[in-house]
């Protein structure tokens, strides 16, 4: 069942998303956490941050990311992590600031000297974890979820793949730019949980925000499945999914809203 919530700002939604984790890990200290990137998760993992700073003991949590550009990442031995790499992101915006164990954190490794060799050993390590309890989502301009581009198929599995040029430019946008890093210079490949991983979960939570992801929610959520639009694999979701919208996110939405 798919339980959409809408909230009215980037706040409320960021303050949602991070009860619903919360409450994951109050009802299992040693849950598995599927955690995500982007610039929509940043206000999610601050109000973790501040739940930690009140109490809130992720000591027996375990994390799982979604994704790793290929090339960047963790050099191998070395603590030190690339500037626009997704584990170097993680560090900063939610992992140096609360307790969860460093052994219990899994990044894709961007740096492997075998990437294809690496998917399969983080398939195992999910799986020798016990499955992943809840998995946090963003949702792409392209309608990804991870780096799981437009033609994806929904049963897909750990591995690498070619990024799509919407991806690439909004990426460059919101991160790449900043850093004066030049478009032509960023990753073309990355290494990405699969839609069929990602369905093995047994709690979803998806968020948006903005008027500028309204179009692709309304596709992946009242759309046709299609591995044209990976988040829609959403709707065949055999556990308790939750989906938290800002207003603007959900503005083209049709049906089933719950405003808040
Ligand atoms: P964003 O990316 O949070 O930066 O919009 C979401 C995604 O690509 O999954």
Redo the contacts with the bound molecule.
Sequence with gaps: MIEIIIQQDYLAMSQCAAQIIAQVVIAKPSCVLGL?T????IGTYQELIRMHKQGLDLSGVRSFNLDEYLGLGLEPEKAYADDQSYERFMQEEFLNHVNIKKENIFVPQGKSKDPEKFCSWYEEQIKQSGGIDLQL????GDG???FNEPGSSLSSRTRVVKLADQ?IE?NYQ?FFKKAKIEKKQMPRQAITMGIGTILESRQLLMIANGAKKAPVIAKALEGPVSSEITASAIQIFKGDAKVVLDKSAAFELKRCRIEV
């Excluded at 982007?38 to 998760?41: E, F, S, V």
């Excluded at 989502?137 to 792409?140: K, M, P, R």
């Design positions: 995500a982007g610039a929509t998760p989502l963003g949702i792409g990804h979820w991870a991806t909004d919101s």
